[in-house]
């Protein structure tokens, strides 16, 4: 599962990093509820929150690479 976030240019750096850090918090804490309900007891989960700066995106739409399949 991932999740990609882009903040708006121009948003102070510290309203970036706390408005971020709490958006994470938060999304930890529901996922862990869910799993802990929908999952077997012996899941384990972990979670990483890394943050990256788009120096150079050049992400592309999808591309098909063959014909559909009949």
């Known amino acids: ?15 970036r990093t706390n408005r971020r850090t709490a958006a994470v918090d938060a999304m930890k804490t529901t996922v862990t509820a869910i799993a802990a309900r929908e999952l077997p007891p012996e899941t384990s989960m972990t979670m990483r929150h890394e943050w990256a700066y788009a120096w150079q995106d ?3 739409e999808p591309v098909t690479l063959g014909p559909e399949a009949p």
């Open 1 to 15: 599962m991932t999740f990609e976030f882009t903040i708006p240019p121009g948003t102070p750096t510290n309203v």
């Open 58 to 60: 050049t992400t592309t």
